[in-house]
C-alpha cells in the first residue's frame, strides 16, 4: 500500500476535515477525497462517516489509523536511519516518552545530564498517559517512557523491561491566595469542602482512595483536558487539586502547593523493550534514578 495514503488519512482524522487536511497537504479537497475512497475500497471497510462538522474515523477506521500512524512513525525513523548512515551518524535518535509531569522537568533535565555523557545524541519527547506509552513502546514508536502506576496500573507484559526509579508523594496544588497556602502538611479532612478539579482517571481514582481512607468523599465538580487546564481553574480560584509532586518545581507562578499527611503515592518507572533496546536507553534510566532519593 502507498504510505502517501496512509499520511492523507491519519491526517484527516487528526484535523477532522477534508478540507482542512487538503490545505495542510497542499492537495486539493478532490484529491484528498479520492485518495480516501480509494483507501476504502481497498481495505473494503468504510473508514470515515461524516458529521454537521466534518468527519470522524468509524471504529473501523480508527483501529487502522492506531496502526497507520505507528507504521508511518516507523517509516520515518527508518527513512532517518538510513540517511544518518549515509552522513557517517550511525547512531539512531533516542526516541522518549514521558508522562506530562515528568516530561515538564525530571525527563528533561536527565536528557540534558545525558547528552553531556553522550555528546551529539539526536533525541525526541513524546508526552502521553502510561498506557498509550506503554503501547508505543511495543509498536516500536518508543526506546524508553517515563510512566506510572497510577490507576489502572501497569500490565505485566513479557515484550517490556520495567525498572522502578522510585515513589513519588501527590500534594495538593491551590491559589496562592487560599487559606491553607503557605501552611503545613493538611489532612484531608480539612479539605471535605472544596471543589477538585481532575484531568484524567487515574489522578482521579487516587484522590477518591485517598479521600475514602479519610472518610470524607471529594466533590470533584470540574473537569480539565489536560494538565495545564486543571492547573489554570486552580490559579483562577475555581478548584483545587491533587497532582504529582515531582511537579512541584515546574508549576506557574499563580499557584502554590501544601502536603497531605499521609499523602497518596505512585510507582514512577521505566520501560524499555526487551527486543532491539536502544543503547542509550539505559544511561538514561540511570541519570532519571539519580533525581529520586534512594529506596529505604
Known sequence: MDLTVWRTFVTVCRL???AAAAVELNHTQSAVSRQIAGLERQIDVPLLERHPRGVRPTPAGEAFRRH?????????????????????????????????????????????DLLRQAGSLR???????????????????????????APPGLPQDPRVERRFLGLDD????????????????????????ETWVEDNDGSAALLRRHA???????????????????LALVATGHAIALI???????????????????????????????????????PLHDHLAAAFPPAN
Do not use: F
Open 16 to 18: 477532522g476535515s477534508l
Open 68 to 112: 497507520a500512524l505507528t507504521t508511518l512513525n516507523e517509516a520515518d525513523r527508518a527513512v532517518r536511519a538510513a540517511r544518518d548512515v549515509r552522513d557517517g551518524a550511525s547512531s539512531r535518535p533516542l526516541a522518549v516518552g514521558a508522562v506530562p509531569s515528568l516530561a515538564s522537568g525530571i525527563v528533561p533535565e536527565a536528557v540534558r
Open 123 to 149: 533525541w525526541s519527547l513524546s508526552p502521553g498517559l502510561s498506557a498509550r506509552l506503554h503501547e508505543r513502546v511495543i509498536d516500536g514508536d518508543l526506546d524508553i517512557a517515563v510512566v506510572t502506576d
Open 170 to 193: 501527590m500534594v495538593v496544588v491551590l491559589p496562592v491566595g487560599h487559606p491553607r497556602a503557605g501552611g503545613g502538611p493538611v489532612h484531608m479532612r480539612t479539605l471535605a469542602d
Open 212 to 230: 475514602a481512607r479519610a472518610g470524607v468523599s471529594p466533590r470533584i465538580d470540574l473537569a480539565a483536558a489536560d494538565l495545564h487546564g486543571k
Open 244 to 282: 504529582p509532586g515531582v511537579l512541584t518545581c515546574a508549576l506557574r507562578a499563580d499557584v502554590t502547593t501544601v502536603n497531605l499527611v499521609d499523602p497518596p503515592t505512585r510507582g514512577i518507572y521505566t520501560l524499555t523493550p526487551h527486543q532491539d533496546p536502544h543503547p542509550w536507553a539505559t
